[in-house]
């Protein structure tokens, strides 16, 4: 497996890579620049006003007077906080779901205080008791698989995991993830960036999973693993420091790939008016201002040119990893 | 064969490319909300009194041909006379001819029943029993099934025009065996809240309330001109032209008892830009209350130009932001009138409506010079000022740039400004009204969550008191001054959105619809304006300009500043020349 470095990169995944650090930076520094006029705060003299250098709106205003610079930039910012984490959490319980189940397959027995907290967190999620009863009874449901820790682990009844997560992927794949979000959307009302964040990570995680599951079956086969534990390893640390780290590596291919998704995703939410609140400035949103004046150019191009030059480049860095594998 | 098919599916192409369209029935109407409910007492907004005046007919309506009322179900309008310094008795004679879908005639007993179910405990009719509180007694005329005197507390100019301006109702279809005529109107008005109904009572309410549940109120018998066909909720309603409407026996009726179109929709489109494509495409012929600058932008394209009509008037549609006064922090009238000098009127009337509005320091159209108060000053855009109201009010700001404001309350608790401004979606300016508020209440450190919410669900949220502040356009007239739908305390829960309404306030507002002169009435209106700037449960922003835009075809709008803005009833479609190659 061949380590990516900037010297193996071709010219435009330079490029990329240069938009792409560029993003980040504008995300994280987007709050302290010296813009003259914060994001969606209306200037009402200067409705719908082309780029100019005439009153400081130097890429112009929407159709509600907010300045469209100050909106891509902190758009920039709420793609960045948006869909890395939601790409990277995404990942991460993709890579436990899938990486268990192609590990233990259907045939895994856990001990019995894995039982307990799995029957406790799986009737807690579906009853949705009060928080107070739930925090208590998850309290307690730990303190006993604590307890039960201390003695000698006994394997309990087969589990099937992989069916469980496999029958879970597949019925989050059956609806269109558009459609999924905005129901889920619909239905919490509102939701904050840290919503959208969760609600993201819940909906992408099968096509992660599918990919490691599908790699752990390889990787449990190999030598390394019999080896490990040959020497005495319990399977759980066999399958943590031994077979994921192997599993995990397709991840860093579909990782770019996935935020794209995320962030086109978001874009079109927020072009429809849902999810984020209306202050938090998103491209999608500042596409969608554009339905109120038509002709206004400047209120399309610059977030639609930003929004595709990203998402060429988290594709092209993609391909530059997928060859460099 | 192929070739055949190929040649008949062409020609089938041909033919429908060269053939003129056939223009749709119906009059296609653009609606921004579904009226939400049909039933004739409850008429919680614009569209639901719209399918009213459609479905039913008031003794008197407004003419928008003289742009005043004119009897429709009435003979003429009412014979006033005053008894002493506190009585009126207004006396109505029904059109002979005015009659329900079954034939029977419209009497005096319709018209009894209906202002007793205005009055009626357990319906509906919160918002009609605050309108109509002054009429007191129906008094029939024993020679006459067609006369009746009305008996109103007070002596206001207003009440020949305001008594007769409600759809009547019939009393066999809800009442056949008369229950409610074995009690007075009077009766009914002093009813305690606390006391039950008998089961025959209770049976009638029950009949109503069932007959008037979701779309079975279109069907009801009436004796306006159109029934009810098809109501697809938040899509369209759709209504036809009776066959054998009565009005269509008399020789020559007059403007309110004509109905031109055969078919008439109102397809509900929430989004104003949605709206505006769809009037471009022909898929509705008349778009009212257009946003300003859409309207203009339309009105300077040469593609549009070309197929639609624009139009302009005067309007008493009122830009306005309310606060919830039950919100401990909203509670007294400093903080409000702090929060006033936060709204920048001036910039919002330029930027979302080109400057085609007028401000107001009140709801009464600056164009009323007698009514207007001119003495008091415009509420300016002041955040200083803002920051110094809050002081007074007992609020001080926290430390640091974030810091908020806190108060102690009366009960010992800390009180918190933060605030939760709803607006209904679709309309850039509800929220650039939002974006700019929200502005500058950050400056002064008061957090503003937006709640952009559904036409569909937003006047229930706006009922159930779900906000601290909120804007909306309020729809006027330029005859009637009643406030006690939208500010008396009878209509806290109904209309009344912001929760107001004191002792002192409500007898303005009752002395104000019951004014003996319009000398007097302008002296009441102009210390009504004065409290209601000194109170600030709402914030006049600025009134709206009536702007309609229609496809070319369509005639007979007769543009006014009166609600809804257009006559509905005397639109017509009028074939436009193909234009040959």
């Known amino acids: 497996m061949a380590n990516v470095t900037i010297s193996s990169l071709s010219g435009p995944q330079k490029l990329a890579l240069g938009w792409l650090s560029a993003l980040v930076v504008a995300a994280i520094v987007a709050p302290y620049l010296p813009l003259p006029y914060p994001p969606a705060v209306p200037d009402l003299t200067q409705i719908t006003q082309p780029p100019s250098g005439a009153a400081k709106h130097w890429l112009g205003t929407d159709p509600q007077g907010r300045d469209v610079l100050s909106n891509l930039l902190f758009g920039a910012r709420t793609a960045v906080l948006l869909t890395l984490p939601a790409a990277v959490l995404a990942a991460g319980l993709g890579a436990l779901a899938g990486g268990a189940a192609g590990f233990w397959g259907n045939s895994g027995r856990p001990a019995l205080r894995y039982w307990l907290l799995g029957l406790t967190a799986g009737g807690w999620l579906l009853a949705g008791p009060p928080p107070t009863a739930g925090w208590v009874a998850a309290l307690a449901t730990l303190g006993g698989a604590l307890v039960l820790a201390t003695r000698r682990a006994r394997p309990g009844w087969p589990f099937p995991l992989d069916s469980l997560v496999q029958g879970t992927a597949t019925a989050l794949d059956t609806v269109p993830r558009l459609v999924l979000v905005v129901a889920l959307a619909a239905v919490a009302g509102e939701v904050s960036l840290l919503g959208l964040v969760t609600l993201f990570t819940l909906t992408s995680w099968p096509h992660p999973a599918r990919l490691v599951q599908a790699q752990m079956l390889r990787v ?59 202050d938090v400035a998103s491209w999608g949103r500042s596409l969608a201002a554009v339905r109120y004046a038509p002709a206004a150019w400047w209120v399309f191009v610059f977030p639609a040119a930003c929004l595709a030059i990203t998402l060429m480049s988290l594709s092209s860095l993609t391909k530059q990893q997928a060859n460099s594998r | 064969m192929r070739i055949l098919k190929f040649v008949a599916a062409a020609g089938f192409f041909l033919l429908g490319n060269c053939s003129p369209r056939v223009p749709p029935t119906a009059i296609r109407i653009r609606w921004a909300h579904d009226p939400g409910t049909l039933d004739p007492l409850a008429l919680p907004n614009q569209q639901a009194v719209d399918v009213a005046n459609l479905l039913h007919c008031g003794l008197l309506q407004i003419d928008y041909d003289r742009q005043f009322y004119a009897p429709s179900l009435a003979e003429s309008l009412p014979t006033v006379q005053l008894i002493g310094d506190s009585l009126t008795r207004l006396s109505y004679r029904l059109r002979a001819a005015a009659a329900w879908d079954d034939g029977h005639p419209v009497l005096a007993h319709d018209v009894a029943f209906t202002l007793k179910l205005m009055y009626f405990p357990g319906l509906p009719n919160e918002g009609t029993r605050a309108q109509y509180s002054f009429i007191r007694a129906l008094r029939y005329d024993t020679n006459d099934a067609r006369s009746f005197t009305l008996e109103c507390r007070g002596q206001s100019p207003g009440f020949a025009l305001s008594s007769g301006d409600f759809p009547i109702l019939s009393e066999a279809a809800f009442d056949p065996q008369h229950q409610l005529r074995r009690i007075s109107l009077a009766q009914l008005q002093d009813w305690p809240t606390t006391a039950p109904l008998d089961s025959s009572l209770a049976t009638l309410a029950k009949r109503y309330l069932a007959l008037t549940a979701g779309s079975r109120a279109g069907y009801l018998a009436s004796c306006g001109p159109y029934q009810l066909t098809a109501w697809k909720k938040d899509r369209y309603l759709s209504f036809r032209r009776k066959a054998h409407w009565w009005a269509d026996r008399l020789p020559n009726p007059p403007f309110v008892l004509r109905a031109q179109p055969r078919q008439l929709q109102f397809v509900i489109i929430p989004d104003a830009v949605t709206a505006s494509l769809a009037l471009q495409r022909g898929e509705v012929d008349l778009y009212p209350q257009m946003p300003a600058p859409e309207f203009d932008r339309l009105r300077h394209s040469s593609t549009t130009r070309a197929a639609l009509n624009f139009y302009q008037a005067t309007s008493y549609d009122i830009m306005y932001a309310g606060f919830n006064m039950r919100r401990p922090a909203l509670a007294d009238a400093l903080t409000r009138q702090a929060l006033s000098h936060l709204f920048d009127a001036a910039g919002l009337l330029r930027a979302t409506q080109l400057g085609q509005g007028q401000r107001t320091v009140g709801l009464i159209h600056p164009s009323n010079r007698a009514d207007y108060n001119d003495s008091l000053a415009l509420v300016p855009y002041a955040p200083a000022k803002a920051a110094a109201l809050l002081r007074q009010a007992g609020w001080q700001r926290g430390a640091g740039t974030d810091g908020g404001w806190q108060r102690r309350g009366s009960n010992g608790t800390t009180q918190f400004l933060h605030l939760q401004l709803r607006y209904r979606t679709g309309e850039s300016a509800f929220e650039v009204i939002a974006f700019q508020f929200r502005a500058a209440a950050a400056q002064l450190g008061i957090p503003v969550v937006l709640q952009p919410t559904e036409a569909a669900v937003y006047t229930s949220s706006l009922q159930a008191g779900d906000f601290d502040v909120y804007v909306r356009v309020l729809k006027g007239n330029p005859f009637v001054f009643n406030f006690a739908p939208i500010l008396h305390s009878r209509a806290i829960g109904a209309g009344n959105f912001p929760g107001f309404g004191t002792l002192a306030s409500d007898r303005l507002i009752e002395a104000v619809a019951a004014a003996d002169s319009p000398a007097h009435r302008a002296r009441l209106l102009r210390r009504f304006q004065a409290m209601m700037q000194a109170e600030a449960p709402l914030v006049p922003l600025f009134f709206l300009a009536n702007c309609i835009a229609a496809r070319r075809e369509l005639t007979g709008l007769h543009v006014t500043g009166i609600k809804p803005g257009y006559a509905i009833s005397a639109l017509e479609r009028v074939e436009q020349p193909v234009p040959t190659p």
């Open chain 1, 220 to 278: 449990r086969a190999l030598p390394f693993v019999e080896a490990a534990r040959a020497a005495g390893m319990t399977e759980g640390r066999v399958w943590l420091y031994h077979a994921l780290p192997h599993a995990v590596q397709p991840l860093r291919t579909v990782l770019p790939l996935s935020m794209a998704g995320l962030l086109s995703l978001e874009s079109t939410l927020s072009f429809l008016g849902i999810g984020l609140p209306p």
